[in-house]
């Protein structure tokens, strides 16, 4: 079974509009991290934003948030105003602590975003 | 503070050849990961190292082989390349514990003609 389902592959969103991404995961390991990465057309990863499954407020880092539902095991990730830059590819990623995953992250398979001017 | 640096960015070999990528951390991070992305399987985890030691290995043939120094540089041998090695090979450098998160580098994108 998949860890980390990413259902949309591909996204459009206008120019200064908000957008989300969704991510669900499975694990039955109660201590975990959730991730999410940004990764160009040049490849580089680049860190967006982090979970960990203790935390009692949804993660926010600028334009980035994280709406962290534990119950429902989901991680969506909302981009608020857009900009061309954020075309790109974006991936949801887990870390367990327990039963051998402890420092590896499990990825989705990614959604493409494009952003319209 | 310089990030994640691999090398080379590029490589063309072929079949049945053997490759080494190399991956400098950022510096003060002892852990290295290894990670290859191809467009059919997506990204999946190679090996991770800490202080020289493998912690975690991925299910990769035992073709796929990494090491680290004690400077935290890490490497990754491939021997006898398959066409379907071709990937992007991403390297992943963090301080090591389970509170912290990975910086990536660019990654090197390997062809196997």
């Known amino acids: 079974a998949q860890k980390i389902t990413q259902t949309q592959p591909g996204m459009f969103v206008q120019e200064k509009e908000a957008v989300t991404l969704d991510c669900t995961y499975d694990?039955?390991?109660?201590?975990?991290?959730l991730f999410w990465y940004k990764q160009p057309s040049s490849g580089e990863m680049i860190f967006l934003i982090y979970?960990?499954?203790?935390?009692?407020q949804n993660a926010t880092e600028g334009r980035y948030s994280l709406n962290f539902q534990k119950a429902r095991k989901s991680a969506n990730l909302v981009i608020s105003a857009s900009q061309l830059g954020d075309s790109a590819m974006y991936f949801c990623a887990m870390r367990e602590v327990s039963g051998g995953s402890n420092y590896k992250l499990t990825f989705g398979k990614g959604t493409l975003l494009t952003v319209n001017p | 503070k310089a990030g994640v640096t691999q090398t080379p960015r590029y490589l063309i070999k072929t079949r049945g050849q053997q490759v080494t990528l190399s991956c400098s951390p950022i510096?003060?991070?002892?852990?290295v990961s290894w990670y290859q992305q191809t467009p059919g399987q997506g990204l999946q985890f190679l090996f991770e190292?800490?202080?020289?030691?493998?912690?975690n290995k991925g299910n990769f043939p035992g073709r796929f082989s990494g090491r680290q120094f004690s400077n935290s540089r890490s490497e990754m041998n491939v021997s006898t390349l398959e066409l379907g090695d071709s990937a992007l090979y991403l390297c992943?450098?963090?301080?090591?514990?389970?509170?912290?998160?990975?910086?990536f580098g660019s990654g090197t994108r390997l062809t196997v003609v």
């Open positions: 510096s003060g991070h002892r852990s």
């Open positions: 694990t039955s390991d109660p201590s975990y991290g």
């Open positions: 992943a450098s963090s301080l090591g514990g389970q509170e912290y998160g990975y910086t």
């Open positions: 979970q960990g499954s203790y935390d009692q």
């Open positions: 190292y800490f202080s020289e030691t493998q912690r």
